[in-house]
């Protein structure tokens, strides 16, 4: 079975409040990319990765961390779009019809481990489509346009969704052929196609570091390993 990633970093990380994009902020020396990439490079389970950054950006990218951390799978850097789904759909035209599975990652998850990894692979052998995801942990309020409580929903239903995301290559190439490309995530564009996605069991440390507190666990969880 031959499977691909695509690691999505083209983000612009307003949240981060920072003059330097989020994916590109270092954590002992090193960037959040980086340490991101490493997982999937380590992965017996994935034959390549394209990666997807600002158009600006990949010059860059190529000699500071592809080549600089040898990272032999990453066949191509590409630049995304406006949107992330523009950016996944860059990613996309670059992968090889032989692809059986692909495997969407956000560049800023860099704790995932290589079990989730093989995890999201066999579920989207298996189901054609799946998504890593986690039980919150909060109880969840659904507001009013007032900014009242509207409804509280059954909190045993309710999952965080994650990445990866993994699809059989035939289901995420007919699902990027949608017009609209909107969806804030790859299983959204699956669901409109009548796609039934998986969930499967991911991690709680799989963090996307995307405001300044995320960073200071980010450093708890580096020094943690």
Known sequence: MKVAAIIVAAGSGKRMLSAVKKQYLELRGRSVLSYTLEKFQLSESVDDIVLVVGKE???????????????????????????????????LSLIDESCDVVLVHDGVRPFLSEALIDRCISAANEYGACIAAVPVKDTIKISDKDGFVAQTPDRSSLWAAQTPQAFKYEIIKKAYECPD???????MLAEACGVKVKLVEGEYENIKITTPEDMLIAEGLIASK
């Open 57 to 91: 950006e990949t010059g860059f990218v190529q000699d500071e961390i592809v080549d600089k951390y040898s990272f032999s799978k990453v066949k191509a850097v590409v630049a995304g779009g406006k949107e992330r789904a523009e950016s996944v759909k860059n990613g």
């Open 181 to 187: 490309l909107k969806a804030t995530d790859d299983s």
